[in-house]
Every structure is written in structure tokens, then in C-alpha cells.
């Protein structure tokens, strides 16, 4: 359907007393190997509304998103733009009929300039490209939705907001009247989260219709004209702007109380067991870290907030003993660490939960057998008897969904095996390792797991470890950490008592604002 | 020795390089989609064989030429299949078509073997060009299919870097879920270019057998010159106009152990003396591998890793 | 894939059964035959005949196993060789080289040490020469790929040429130590009498079949129990993963790499303590190192599976070297022609073997 019809559309969306919707879904259905994604779902969209599909993680938001925008073919049902069926077959017919999906990894080619990307696929692009031609209509577009962009820069060098910018641009470049944005938030920093906002609402305000897909609960209220959420792959219902406030939608959202207070520490701290004292890695001339200095004491945990790539991997990475620091001091229970290897820091007392699970921490192949030696001493001979009896333990005591202990870690969902990695890394060390370190436990898992990763770290807190968290989401620091730290560019930019947060603050220090 | 052995060194060197010109450029279109092809051994010989084998069967020199070039579409063809729709590891199943290739050129060519080659490419005469010194044999001396792969290599980059179609192919060896995303199927990509670049291969092997082959003999005929392309994929960084540069530099290398001996030059035995091509890649593979090195040439991002869309 | 209103699409299993551990190789194995056929049906060749002659020569007949057996001898470790590095994605393509180099030197010990030597001393030394060499020739390669990433696929393969032009130097370039001093007929120099091992009766089979069936075994239980086994496991699925849990990447990769050249270096000394004696350009034509790649890939890198493909390709190509001397002579390189089909078919029926094949109706019934 071509933009000027759906135009037109949009100033006379009432025919006859129906409701004309931009797209709908009627009755999907997916299926994949095991799971039911999508179970007889219903979704309407009004032109130039903004629409978010709010739902847990696995509740099958994106598959719907991915049937509407034509990536994933419906088993059963329909999808109906302008109230027409449509048999979308691809992303790029979905194009063509004026939907467009900017997915939560970006699908970017780093080498490419921004206006190479934005024009790649373009269906009527010109055999020969003009680069100088190419790069005008790019700005040109980008302008006139109030996006800044330098079609000449390279996409590889752009910053996460900047790039989703470009997926945007190269989606209403395509001529997009729906815009299906998925986990558009997830990345930025609270300010770039406004920006968004902003061009949210030039591109409603344009007539077209936004559709956002989330899991946080908190951000959609205020920008979304209608919010339909969905649980196990159903809808679970749709409410207008002013209809339901937030308990209602994480009612509908998780179908159950679920317990959002703070948990925090119940025993006064002890001593101090990880120490680190003007802490800089400098590495070609960048400072990645520098002038870190903290301590974390026995039973509690120091939470350090951030937008991804501020340092966070690289700080962790340290204290593991797998990058060595250019400069200051690490010590774990009083003695020094630096640049030992990880293995050393391992018999010192350290376990490291990294963020990567299943490319890091696990090895991804191998059984959960295998993979609770990974971090053990190990003789000549691998002993995989006393494996296999720890691991029976874990699964039973930790209810890891499994067939057995010899299934490839792969195999599992992410909620078992994080079970599976910190299970290695907090008992599987024994009493020897006192101080955890551990890295966004429960990016990408759903709320049920979220709630067992968090019980098992509050519980080793309570066992007298002292826990380092980084993580990028931000709430999972705000509930659990007994200190907040912000890290920005490598510094420690914010400081604060769990207890005295002050949430603004650590926003606008996220954004490198303080 | 006289100078007129180097001049005549040098357009043996240009001569060669037609071979790794076309052979290189189909890796590297091959490559850019994303596919590893390891095979380019194999479909040298195959092209070979095919060339003499219908050069001697039509005593026509353009059939012979045609078809190795389907040959090697069709060597690639199974490579396609194997590495895009089966999925199987791309190493081993261009390890596979080289073994492969080299039996059967076998095979097929013992009737023919140790007989000369049945029709020869002619030389262009262009006249007073090809007799001016120096420039006249090294340039102006060759056939019309070395004046086309240098034409072609200019087209292929211009193609690369000036065109839709270009833009896609670079897309899909980086990003081939944005090119997915885009509702460009990635396998009708990786074909294509699969089997153009086999294709080339395939001519590559066929226009070597008959402009620089003699009798047919596998063990003598390509000599790793499918190899040496491979490290020239590395060399030219992935770029076609880069490729002429460096496949006349190992064209020379080459090309210098036979002029040695043809001009009775024994500071070194011959054995050692024919080494001497594949320790010079050997040695170039070396340098570009220091991190700057590598960090500029820029392989494809995906290189050699199959693309599935469904992944979960 | 979709054809009408039908879906074809591979899906992954979870498990494979093991029926198909079987029938994805043995199907191989007929469409490679198959395939074989064709091309001597092509060249006037009967295929039934040809192959139950093949058959004959290879396996079946007492003549035939124990030529197979002796030639699958110096293959079995070749396969090891392939199977050690391929297992950790490091892809030796070089054990051609690295076998011609275990000739070498495997001869050198034979000629210059064996006869200082004790008589028990004198085989395991030539052998643990031949290894040690092969291992060298492959030093280059594994240290650029362990300290700068370089693949290491070109690199080997280059130096199979270069090992090439070294054998055929040693023997018809020079008057070397190598060369047989006797006669002005370039041949290799003979090795110390106690270096030789003699073969079973009057059979082709030498007593080293024992040590590389013992090494097959050995791998198998070394690399599934030992603590180097599990770490080379947990590099080769996930790099990351190993850096993680502080494994020396740079160190393991190094060693699969230099054992997987000592491998085939031993196949190369098995060669000369065995039928050869000597350095023997000969060996240059059978192309055992290749076929090595090829036997390991069959046997999905598992070293007692190698054993088997071993003997397998062993058969076809001395039932192929007998068709040679037949009335209507088959070309041996039907054998090769064999090898290379039979590696493209398994790596196909691979997938058969991972992904089950689903057919289903596509069904988009509206009710709006």
C-alpha cells in the first residue's frame, strides 16, 4: 500500500461507525520447536497513535512484533493493514506495505556510513549510487524528523542512541508509516531515552503509528497512547492512556504479586575483602578505568550502575585478575592481587559470574557436568564422579530445568543455565571464595528467573560474601545493592547509600550530567 | 644474462597473473558473501582437464574455454549447497572438492596424459604496440582473455563499490542479518556469488592449461597456484583492483625459478630454487598478520560462518 | 523452503539416534559408489565388476586385507594427526609435509644414529626422530597461529610444497646423505638393518599397525579423561570461555598444533622403519596425508572411528592400485575420485544427522 492511500487513511479512520486500525493482528498464532510463542493473539494499532506491547521477556512480544512486520509467518491467523488482509513474506514486503521493525540488536553493518546503511535494501534504489546524491537524501530525511545525523561518519564508530537513530531514519527513508521499535530503551541513558521520546512523538504527530515493544513498565506509562500487554504468549489485556496505572499493568503483566521492595543486607557489614585503591587501566593511550577506589565488605553488596560500555566489562575483568591494572592496588582479604592471573585470584578467594553467560562463563557445548569444573582446580584426570553427584544436588536444589546432567548447556533456557553458572561460582567454590563479582545476572531472563537469581544472591550475601554487582539495569542495583556506585567513562562519577538513593541523581550521572 | 630475459621475465610474470587474477577475484567475490571456498585447488585442475579434454576432442580453442567456466560453476555449485544449505563446515568441504577435483581430473584425464596440448590461445597482435621495447611484450604481448580479466577486475571493483548490487554483497560477508532484515534472501547472495566466483576459478584453470600448459599432467599442471590465490585474497585485502597488483608480483615469483633455469643459472638447485614462490607467500602471510596488518585489511565480518534466521 | 502449500524446513534435534551414527556414513559411502559409477560407466568401464574387483582386492581376499592393513598403518596416524587439530577447529591441512619430513627424518636417525644405538633403542628412536621433525615442520605455522591468529590453512598447505621440492632435492638434486651412494640411480640411502622392523610372514603388514591402532586407542581415552583433553574441549567450543577460566590459549593451541605435526611425522617414520627403508619419493604419490584430512572428517574426529575409515580408504586404494593391472586398466585415481565424493556426501547426510526434515502444511485460515 503506498503512503499516500494510508494518508488518507488516517484523516478518515472512522467508516461507517467501524474503527479503520493502520494494522491489526487477529488470531495469531506461532509456534516454535517446544514453545507456543504466540496463542491466538488479537492487536490493534490506530493511525498516529503511539502503542506499546508491554509483557515479560519470552511472553511473546517480539514474535508478534516479528509476524507483523513480516519476519515470522503467523501458523495461523492474520495480519490486516487499513483492515485488508495482508500475507506479509518478508520484512521487506512488510516495507512495502509501509511496516517497519528496528530491532533491539541493531542490524547495522559497522563498515558502511550512515548513508550506505540507511539506503542498503532501499527496493528502488538505483543501479549506480552516487555517494554525494545518497548522503543529501539521508540528511534530508534525518532532518526533517529532528535527527541529527552525519551521513558521512561511520556506523562502527556511532554510539548506541546515535545507531538506533540511524535504524530509524533508515526505516522512515524506506517510506515506514508503522514503526515496530523493539526494546528501543534498552541501551540508552536516561537523557537519550527523552531524545527518543521526542522524535516518538514528530514522527505521531507526522500520522505515523509507533509501536513500542517493552518490558519496562515504568517508561511506557508516559508515552504510550494505548498499552496491550501479553503473558505466555496471550493477551492478557489492553487499556487507553488513563485507564490503569502502573500496579494494575505489572498485575496484568506478571499475573501475580510480585515483591518489587529493596532487598537489602540484615546483618551489619564485616570486613573488608575486596579492596581496590586508585585503580586505572590505560590501554593505547585511552583511559578505560581510572583513579577506582572502593571497598566491599563481607555481606554486602556494592551495586555499580552505568550505560553499557563505560567501563563496566573492563572493571570486572580486573578484578578478576583476566585484564592486569596500569596503575593502584587490588587486594582481596588483605593481600595483593594485581596482575596474578585469574587463576591465582581464584585460590585468593575470588568467584566471577561474567555477563556473557553461555559465550564466558559457560562453555556453551559442554554438559553442565563439564561445566561445573571449569573454574576447579583439576588433577591430571578431570574427576567428573563428584561432578556429576554436584550437579544432581544443584539441579534438584535449585530446580534447573533439565533432562539430565549431561545436557549441553546450550540446551537450557537462560534462567537455567545463569542457575548453572552462579550455582559453579557460589557454592561450587566452597567457603574459599568470599568475594563474587557478578556481571547483569539476569539480562535477557524472565521474571520468574530474575526473582531466583536475586534470592540466590541476597542469600549468599546473608552467607557473609562480599558481592561486587554490575550491572546496566538499573532497578536490579537499586533493589539489591547496599551501595550505589555510578560508573561513567571509566570513573566512578556517583556515590551513595542504598538506603539514601536518590534515583534523578544517578540518572542524570548515568548521562555523564553530574 | 641479458636484460631481454627480465623483460621476458616480467611478461611471463604478467601472463601468470591472468590465472591468479581470475582465480583470486572469484575467491574474493566468494568471500564477500560470506562463503569460504578452500576448493579453488580443485576446480584449477577440473577447469584443466576440461580445457584440454574438449580442446582436444573440438579443436576448438573458445569451447575449450566455455567449458571449464560451467565446470567451475558447478564444482562451486556443490560447495554452495553444502556450506549454505546443508550448513557443513566450510573448511572441510572445500578440502573436500579439492580432493575431490584432483582425483577426477585424474581420472579422466589418463587418456590424454603426457600428450601436448591440443590448441593453444593466440597471442592479440596489436601491431606496432607489440613491438615497441621494453613495454611491447610485458604489456602489448598477450591474448585477449588477459586483456578482459584486467578489464573485468576494474569492472568487478567499480561493481563493488559503485553499485546496488555492490552494496549487498558487502552487506551480506559483514551483516547478513541486516541484509536479511532488508528482505534480501543472504542464500540467493552466497550462491550467486559462489558460483560466479567458481565460475572464474574454472576459466582461470582452463585459460592456464592453454596459454601456459604444455602436456597434461596433474601432478605439474597447477602446482598450488589455487593455494597462492588464497594468500592473495589476504594480500589484496579483499579488494579486486588490489589483486592485479599482487597477483603480478607472485606471477614473478612464479616465473623467476624458470627463468633461472632456463638461462642456466645454478646458484641454487632447481628443487630448492621452485620453493621459493611458496615461501615468498609464506612470507607475505607473515607480515600481514602483525595486528596493524590485520586490522587493515578487513576480513568480512561472517566470513565462513553459515546464516540462519530462526534462532530460536 | 516452501513448494506450494507444503514447508520444508530442518529442524534441530536434540538428540540424534544412534541408528543414524551408522546410516549416515554408510550411505555415504553408496552415493559416493553411485557417483564412482557413473564415471566408469562414462569411460567404458563396467562399475558392478569394476567395484566387486575393487572390493576384492581391498578387503575380501587374505592378499588384499593385509596390503590394506600395512598401507592403512602410516593413514591411521595421518587421520589422528587431522582428527587431534581438527577437533579443536585448528585446521592442519600440512600433514602431507609434516609425513615427508617424518621420512627425513626418520631416515637421518636411521642412517646416522641406529647404528650407535643398542638394537632394542634403535626403532623407537628412528620413530620418536621421524614424529619430532614432523612436529618441527609445522612450528612455524602453529606459533603464528597461537601468537598473532594467522590462519593457519594457507600456511600449512604452502609448506607441503616446499616439503615436496626437499624429498625430490634430497634424492634427484643432490648427492647428498640421503642419496644412495652406490649407484649413480637416484634412489635413497638404506637404513641401519636394526632400524627396520620386518612384516608379518610374507604379508605387507608391519608390526607398527600395533602402535597406531595403540595410539588411536590411547587419544581416545587421553583426550576423554585427561585435565589437557578437558581444556583443549572448553578452548575449542568457546575461546572466551577458556580465557575466562584463566586456560593458556596460546600454549594449547601450540601444542594440538605441534602433536598433530608429530602425528603425521610418525606416519612418515612408520613408512621408513617399515616397507620403504630409506627416503623413497615414492611415498610423494600415494597422497596419505590428504587422505588423512579426509578419514578424520568421516570419522567426525572421533580417534577410534579413524581406525576404521582408515582401513576403509586403505582398501580402496589398494583394491584401486589392482584394477590398474586388469585387462581394461581402471585409472587408481577412481580411489581418489572415491575419497573426495564420499567426504562431500557425509558432510551432507551431517545434516541429516543434526536436523530432522519436517514437511508441513502451511495453514493461514482467517476468521475476522
Known sequence: MSSASSEAALGSHRLGGATLFALSARHVTKRFPGVLANDHVDFDLLPGEVHTLLGENGAGKSTLASVLCGLYKPDEGAVLRNGTQIRLTSPRHGLQNGIAMVHQHFRLVDRFSVAENVVLGHRSLPFRLRTSDLENQVAEVAERFGLPLDPKASVGELSAGQRQRVEIVKALYQGAEILLLDEPTALLAPPEVEKLFETVRAMTKAGKSVVFVSHKLGEVVDISDRVTVMRDGRVTGSVARGEADTRKLAELMVGRDIDLSPRRSRAAAQDTLLHLDNVGLRRDGVDHISQVSFSVRAGEIVGVAGVSGNGQRELAEIVAGLQAPTSGEISINGARVNGIGTRNVRKAGLAYVPEDRLGTGLAPSLSIVDNLVLTRERGFLVDRKAALDEAEAFIKQLEIKTPHAHTATRKLSGGNSQKVLLAREIFGAGDNARVLVVCSPTRGLDVGAVEAVHKLLDEARAAGKAILLISEDLDEVLTLADKVMVLYRGSVVHEALGSEVDVEAVGLAMAGLS | ?312 | MNIGNLRIELEPRLTSPKWLYVVVPVGSLLCAFIVGGVFLALTGHAPIGTFALLIDRGFTSTRGITNTLGTATPLICTGLAAAFAFRMNLFNIGEEGQMYLGMIGSAWAGIALAGHLPGFAAVPVVLMTGALTGALWVLVPAVLRAKMGTSEIVSTLLLNYVALNLVNYFIFGSRGFFRDPSTSFPQGRLIEESARLTSFGSTRTYPTVIIAVGLAVGLYWYMKRSNYGYETSVLADSPNTARYAGMNATKLTLSVLLFSGALAGLAGAMYVVGPAGKVDPGLLQVGLGYAGIVVAALARYNFMAVVLTAVLFAGLREGGASLQISTNPVPISIAVVLQGAVLLFALGGEVFRRNRLRVRRVQQTVSV
Open chain 2, 1 to 312: 644474462m641479458n636484460a631481454n630475459v627480465w623483460v621476458l621475465t616480467f611478461a611471463d610474470a604478467f601472463s601468470i597473473a591472468t590465472t591468479l587474477i581470475l582465480a583470486t577475484i572469484g575467491a574474493i567475490l566468494t568471500e564477500r558473501s560470506g562463503v569460504i571456498n578452500l576448493g579453488v585447488e580443485g576446480i584449477l585442475l577440473m577447469g584443466a582437464v576440461t580445457a584440454f579434454l574438449v580442446g582436444d576432442a573440438t579443436g576448438n580453442v573458445w569451447l575449450a574455454l566455455l567449458l571449464p567456466v560451467a565446470v567451475g560453476a558447478v564444482m562451486a555449485l556443490i560447495h554452495a549447497t553444502l556450506s549454505i544449505t546443508l550448513r557443513a563446515n566450510q573448511i572441510v568441504a572445500g578440502l573436500a572438492l579439492v580432493i575431490f577435483g584432483n582425483g577426477l581430473s585424474q581420472f579422466i584425464g589418463k587418456p590424454v596424459e603426457g600428450k601436448t596440448r591440443p590448441v593453444v590461445i593466440k597471442a592479440l597482435d596489436l601491431g606496432p604496440l607489440t613491438d615497441l621495447p621494453i613495454v611491447g611484450p610485458i604489456i602489448f604481448g598477450h591474448d585477449p582473455i588477459t586483456y578482459l580479466t584486467w578489464v573485468g577486475a576494474v569492472v568487478c571493483s567499480l561493481c563493488l563499490n559503485r553499485t546496488r548490487p555492490g552494496l549487498v554483497l558487502r552487506a551480506t560477508g559483514d551483516a547478513p542479518a541486516t541484509v536479511d532484515a532488508q528482505g534480501v534472501s543472504v542464500a540467493r547472495v552466497r550462491f550467486v556469488h559462489t558460483i560466479i566466483g567458481g565460475a572464474r576459478m574454472g576459466l582461470a584453470g582452463g585459460w592456464f592449461m592453454l596459454a601456459r600448459g604444455t602436456a597434461w599432467s596433474q601432478a605439474a599442471t597447477t602446482n598450488g597456484i589455487g593455494w597462492i590465490a588464497l594468500a592473495l585474497v589476504v594480500f589484496a585485502a579483499w579488494r579486486p583492483l588490489r589483486a592485479i597488483a599482487g597477483a603480478v608480483l607472485f606471477g614473478f615469483t612464479l616465473q623467476v625459478p624458470f627463468t633461472l633455469q632456463g638461462q642456466q643459472i645454478n646458484i641454487l638447485p632447481p628443487e630448492i630454487v621452485q620453493m621459493l614462490p611458496y615461501l615468498a607467500t609464506l612470507f607475505v602471510l607473515v607480515i600481514l598478520s602483525t595486528p596493524r596488518a590485520r586490522k587493515l585489511l578487513g576480513a568480512p565480518k561472517m566470513l565462513g560462518q553459515p546464516f540462519v534466521r530462526d534462532e530460536r
